[in-house]
Every structure is written in C-alpha cells, then in structure tokens.
C-alpha cells in the first residue's frame, strides 16, 4: 500500500479539492499581538473526513471554530454550500472537547436540545434523538443524568447531538482528548464506521498523529507561530481490513513516523 | 463597559448616582436626600469640628482594639481549627453559628454586661469580625496541599518550622481575605455598637444629627464612614494582591 | 502498661477506665454529631459555671436561662413573638429575591447594567447599613413598611450581587454549545445561563436570608421593638436576664436552624456538587 504525500503551498486556492462543501479563503486570525492564523487557504471536501494536526499554538481549534462560525475571523471569509457564513448555521455542527452536555438534563434531552432550540415538538424530538443515542450505542441510557456517565459516554452524547440535527458538516475538536485509552480506540473505529453510514463531512481536530492517520482521508498540516498550512497529506490506507490489521498496515506507520519527523523540532 | 468605543471604568457609575443625587436634592423632593453639594460643604465642615475629630479618637480607638482581639484571636484559632482535628470539631458548630447569625441581637447583653461605654463597643467589634477571620484562617490550612508537607519533612523540617515556613505562609492569601471581610464586618460592629450604645463616638454624632434634623452633617458622617471601610478593604486587598502570584498555583 | 503491674482491684479500675476511654473515642468517630453534642455539654457547663459564681449580677445560670426559654415556648409568647418579627423577614426577603435576583441577572448578562448598579451594590453591601436604618422611621414610622423596608436594605445587595457573580461565572463551553445550535438570546437566558446560574443563586438567596436576619433586628433594635426585640428589651427594663438572654440565643439559634435548613434543601434538590459535568 502505497500513499500519497502531497506538498501544497499555502496560498493554492485550488487545493484539488472535488466537491468542496466547506472552503476558506485567506482567513487571518490575531488575539493582540498574537497572530493565531495567517493567510489560510483550504477547501474540505464534501463526504469525506479531513483531520487539522499540529502542535499546540498551531491554530487548529481557532480554525475549526472559525469555520463553526463561533469565532469570528479577522479577515478572510469562511464559504459553506457556496454561501458565505459568518456565524452558526443548521449545515454545521459542532462536537466539543469538554462535551459541553447540561448537568441538570437527561441523556435524552441533551440530545435533543439541538432539535428543541429549533422548536421541534417533543414527540418528534424523541424519536429522533431516540435513534441516535441507538446509534452511538446509548440505548437504555436515556434517562440517565451527565454525572451518571463515563467520559467516554458523555462524549457519545455529544456526538449523537450533533448528528440529530441533521446538518451536512460536523466539527469535531479533539473529541477524544478527554476520554480513557481504550475507549479513544474504540471510538476511532466506531467514528469510521459512522463516517461510512452517512453522507455527511467530517471536520477533526486531533494532536495525535496515529488517530489523525487513523481516521482520516485527508490530513492538513499546520504549522504554529504563526498558524498556516504547511502539508496536506492524504493516507491511502486500506480500511476494509479489520482496526487492528490497520494499525499494523506498512502505509499507516510509513505516513505516521513521516509526520513524526516532520514535526519532531516543535517538541524541541 | 464601553461608551463610543471608550473604555469607562466601573467605579465611575457613582460619579454618575451622585450627579444623580444631586440633581433629585435639588429639586427639595423629601428632608431625607439634600443635595449632594450641600453634603460635601457639611462634609468639610465637619471634619474641622473638634466634635468630629474626638468622636472619630473614640471610634478608631474602639475599633482598632477590637480588630486586634479579633485577629490575634481568630487567626490562631482558625490554624488550630485546620491543623487538628479535636479542636475543629469542637468548635466547628460555633463558628459555624455566629459567622451568619444576627450578632446584633446580642449586643444589648453586652450593653448589660460591659456597661454603656467603650468596652461594649470594643467587644461588640470584637464579635463581628473575629468568626469570618476564623473561618477563613482555617480554610488557608486546610487547602495547604499535602506534598508540601511531605516536602518539608522530607528534608528534614520539624514541626515549629514546617509550620512558619510553609504552613502559615501557603494559607496566607486565605487569611488576608479573612482579615479583609473581618474589617468590614468590624466596621459595622462598631457603628451598630456605638449606635445601639448612642452616647459615645459616632453613635452619638447620629443620634444628634438625626434628632435636630441636620441631614447633610448626617450624610456626610455616613459617606465618611463607607469610604473608610471600601479604603481598608482595598488596602488589604492591595496587599493580597501581592501574594496572589502563588495563590492559584498552589494546588 | 502500669495497671498490669498494679495488683488487684487498683489493676482493674484503670483497664476499665482505659477501656471506656478507647471505647468512647470509637462511637465519637463513628457519630461525628457527638462531638456537636459534646462542644454543647462543654458550653452549658461552662455558662452555668460563670452564672453561679457570678461573674456578673446580670448574667443568668444556664438552668435559669433554659427554664425561662421553655416557660416562653409553652407560654406561647416566644411563638407569637416569632410570628411578629419573622413578617418583615419573610416579606423583605421576597421582594428582595425577586428584585435581586431580577436585577443581578441583568447586571450579569448587561455590561451596561453591571457597570451602573454594580458599584452601588459593592459599596452597599459593605457599608455599615445600621446607620441608615434608623433613617426609615423618618419617612415610614415605626410599622411593618419600616423594617420590612430595612430587611431590603440589607438583603438586597447581598442577593443582587450572588445572582450576577452567579451569571457572570456561567460554564462558557455550555454558552458556545447553545450559540452553536443557533440558539436565540432568549433561549441562551432561560435554558442555559438561568439553570446553570442557580446554584449560586441559590446560595445567594440563603446569604440574603441571613442579611434578612440581621436586618430585622437592626429593625427591632433601632426603629422600635415587636416580637423578639419587645421581649429583649421588656425583660431587660425588669431586670429578668435570664428571659432576655433566652430571648436572644433563640433568635440565634432559630436564624441557624432556618440557614442550616436552607443548605440541607440546596444540597437536595439543586446538587452544586454534581454540577461539573
């Protein structure tokens, strides 16, 4: 299994992208003297999963939540379908690292609460909650509290609540930065296996590099200090084969201990 | 808050209210709220008057004693409360009571005990102040974190040392917020003190402004008060504000 | 180790006094309320002491003080002393609460309400209120409004402030979450920030009800006495201590009972520690 590595200048507007659902444009971001991102140009193609990496300070969260429309840029203009966006929108959703779920509802609430925000009537908000929390393995948990809950189960919350809504784009920042080692595998393959069931695009934001290897069709690169795309890579790997065959695959190390080096001297 | 893209720093909205309260003086809406101008004339003139200037001996004298019980005992008590776990639960239930209990009803059996004079006052300072410095002394103790301890034996401290040199220290920051609370709290004890007492200090001043209706001196006796009891606490905040560098990081 | 040394009888008292010691330091580990109890046994002991000796022709027995505060009780007139001075109580702390609550929350979700009213709260809350109080007879006489109105006075800064350091201290991840959903500015209050905020809130209130307590006998102190503070100074002016000392420590005791009640009901039903989810 061979992969391929591409080596993309920053400023090409023409990233090769398909079907771009998502494309940014010279998107700066600067907190006072800070500059977090610079001149970013980047387009996400439509139903497949592309992973922002890099070390910290690099702007990979900035970025996602730019593109969520919770931050705003300081310059450059954030296009989704087409249309440009400036703030939140039913066509993204977002996953949280620290889950973000309400304390004080239920499992069944929190997953809805997309849906009830948007004044969907309750029967209707359960059945379609009802079929998520099936989906991310939650049945018979419905009426359990937050604090009831492991990390990892929180965060499936989470994530069901982001697909109840429907939208065409989920972000999701470092999801399972929170969650225990075991559960981060488990979650890695049943992400995929959701990535296969629906048509949607993923947007990930990830500091380790085997999970973004792991996940992703389309690895972006950036580089910290200031925040800028420096690669995009785009791991050919065979994923019919069972996880563990995976993680073994000669074209997964390859791309993994290559990412490794190139950004071995930020740890330094 | 900012206004046309200036930034206008919070304490400036009292400027605002007593721009406000003059304006309402003027207009003779009630006895009760004179102008502000008239105030701050009756102000100066007031702190010229020797009536003024004894009243004030008697209530800082009273003050400053109470204070000084009220710290010399409480902070002792409070680092006993968190270093031993006898004497905490022991007094646990009683500090516990009176750091929210209205104190004031206990100040006419001082009147009884001490006497209508300064001692009562002193005392009643005393009561006001000194269970939130032991509360909060004690909290300095207690969040004290483990591995400094354990630090400090490991190299060799004994106990009197350990406890100078890292106990009193780590749990300073809880104890200067302590002292700051208990300034406040001490401030209202000596003015319901001297109030509830009335022939003495300031307590005297009010009850004879009120009785021949000279509101501005009245107003001006009261904003003399709160503006020395918001300049204590800023001036220990100030100096916990020096030490703050290590309060968060000590966990 | 000496009383196994020590023959016979001499031997047995001070195992069976060693025993009884371990003994009792076992039950006073397990029921901590013991400790309570024994600081309360401690606390009479020493109040009788100091009322027998005397240290003071006005200070009362603890025994004396005990039987006038049970002669009151089934009297009644400690009961509808209660019922008089707990009106202005209750009724300022309500409107206090409302208005409080009502106000902190704007101050929380307002810069230009928080830079407005916030230093006035911080300065009132500080500020020594007691001189103030006798300033509402001026205007209100002597009745329920008086000290209903000085019950405000004291409850309402301390309310207005919890709420909006309440607001102020809202879970943002939980704020971003909802703006992310495209939650209105409405939902965000009411869904969010209000649920997330009422713990504090809450704890606010229960400091409120404290400041009430205090309100209400600088009330009864200083602009006329009904209820407990007539009982005070009635048996004061009779030089009957021991009723009057009863009198205070029940207000004491009873402005305890009603906070520690308070906290028992927040730890219940509103769970602040299971907050950080």
């Known amino acids: ?268 | 808050m900012t206004l046309f893209g200036i930034r206008i720093p919070m304490m400036a909205s009292l400027i605002v209210w007593a721009l406000l309260w003059e304006i309402v003086g003027r207009m003779d809406l009630i006895f009760l709220i004179p102008p502000m101008s008239d105030i701050l004339q009756a102000g100066l003139r007031l702190v010229q008057s020797q009536s003024w200037q004894n009243a004030s001996i008697i209530t800082v004298r009273s003050f400053v004693i109470g204070m000084a019980f009220a710290i010399g005992v409480g902070v002792p008590l409070g680092i006993l409360m968190g270093l031993f776990k006898s004497v905490d639960r022991l007094m646990a239930l009683w500090v516990n009571m009176f750091v929210s209990a209205p104190l004031s009803a206990l100040v006419p059996v001082l009147m009884i005990l001490f006497g209508l004079g300064e001692t009562t006052v002193i005392v009643t300072v005393f009561l006001f102040a000194v269970w939130i410095i032991v509360l909060d002394a004690r909290a300095g103790v207690m969040q004290v974190p483990r591995s400094l301890f354990e630090m400090g034996r490991s190299y060799g401290a004994g106990p009197w040392t350990l406890f100078r040199k890292i106990v009193l220290l780590s749990a300073l920051p809880e104890i200067l917020a302590g002292i700051r609370i208990g300034l406040i709290r001490g401030v209202k004890g000596v003015v319901i003190g001297q109030i509830l007492v009335s022939i003495i200090g300031y307590g005297e001043l009010f009850e004879s402004f009120s009785r021949n209706f000279e509101m501005a001196s009245f107003w001006a006796l009261t904003i003399i008060l709160f503006a020395a009891a918001m300049l204590l606490s800023a001036i220990v905040e100030h100096f916990e504000s020096r030490i703050e560098y290590y309060a968060g990081a000590r966990s | 180790m000496t009383s196994y040394t020590k023959t016979g009888e001499a031997g047995g008292v001070h195992r069976a006094l060693d025993d009884l010691l371990r003994g009792m330091g076992r039950v006073f580990d397990r029921v901590p309320a013991l400790w309570s109890v024994a600081s309360l046994a401690v606390l009479c002991t020493a109040w009788q002491i100091a009322g027998l000796v005397p240290i003071s022709f006005a200070f009362p027995t603890f025994t004396d003080t005990f039987a006038a505060f049970l002669q009151m009780l089934f009297d009644g007139s400690l009961v509808y002393a209660f019922f008089i001075t707990l009106q202005p109580l209750v009724l300022g702390v309500a409107i206090s609460a409302t208005l409080g609550v009502g106000l902190g929350v704007l101050m929380g979700l307002s810069p230009k309400a928080e830079w407005f009213f916030a230093p006035v709260f911080i300065v009132l809350q500080a500020a020594p209120m007691a001189a103030l109080v006798p300033l509402v007879t001026f205007v209100y006489g002597i009745g329920l409004t008086a000290k209903t109105l000085a019950v405000i006075m004291l409850a309402l800064p301390v309310i207005a402030l919890n709420s909006y350091k309440a607001v102020r201290h809202v879970n943002p991840s939980l704020v971003a979450m909802c703006r992310s959903f495209q939650g209105t500015r409405m939902q965000r209050v009411f869904k969010i920030i209000i649920p997330d905020a009422s713990p504090v809130i809450f704890a606010g209130l229960r400091l409120g009800v404290a400041a009430g307590y205090i309100g209400v006998m600088l009330a009864e102190l200083l602009i006329t006495p009904t209820g407990i503070g007539d009982l005070i100074t009635y048996h004061r002016s009779v030089a009957d201590y021991a009723h009057m000392y009863a009198a205070v420590a029940s207000i004491i005791v009873l402005s305890m009972l009603t906070l520690v009640a308070l906290q028992r009901i927040e730890t219940r039903y509103l769970r602040p520690e299971r907050r950080s989810a």
């Open chain 1, 1 to 268: 299994m061979s992969n391929t590595v591409r080596a993309e200048s920053a400023h090409a507007l023409d990233t090769g992208v398909g079907d771009a659902v998502v494309e940014v444009t010279g998107i700066c971001k600067t907190y006072g003297d800070v500059e977090a991102l610079r001149n970013v140009d980047l387009g996400f193609e439509r139903g497949k999963l592309t992973t922002l990496l890099g070390p910290s300070g690099c702007g990979k969260t900035t970025l996602l939540k730019i593109i969520a429309g919770l931050v705003p840029a300081t310059a450059g203009q954030v296009r989704v379908n087409g249309r440009v966006v400036t703030g939140p929108g039913p066509e993204r959703a977002f996953v949280f690292q620290d889950f973000a779920l309400m304390p004080w509802a239920t499992v069944m609430r929190n997953v809805a609460f997309g849906l009830e925000l948007r004044g969907v009537g309750q029967a209707e908000r359960r059945r379609v909650a009802q079929r998520y929390i099936d989906e991310v393995g939650l049945s018979g948990f419905e009426e359990k509290y937050p604090h009831e809950l492991s990390g990892g189960m929180k965060q499936r919350v989470g994530i069901a609540r982001a697909f109840a809504v429907n939208a065409d784009v989920l972000l999701l920042d470092e999801p399972f930065s929170a969650v225990d080692e075991q559960n981060r595998r488990k979650f890695q393959e049943d992400l995929l296996r959701l990535v296969a069931l629906q048509n949607k695009t993923f947007l990930f934001v990830t500091h380790s590099i085997e999970e973004a290897v792991y996940v992703s069709d389309r690895i972006v690169l950036l580089s910290p200090r200031p925040g800028r795309v420096s690669r995009i890579i785009d791991p050919k790997i065979d994923r019919s084969t069972t996880p563990d065959e995976i993680r073994r695959d000669p074209g997964y190390l390859d791309t993994v201990e290559e990412i490794w080096h190139g950004l071995r001297h930020y740890a330094e």
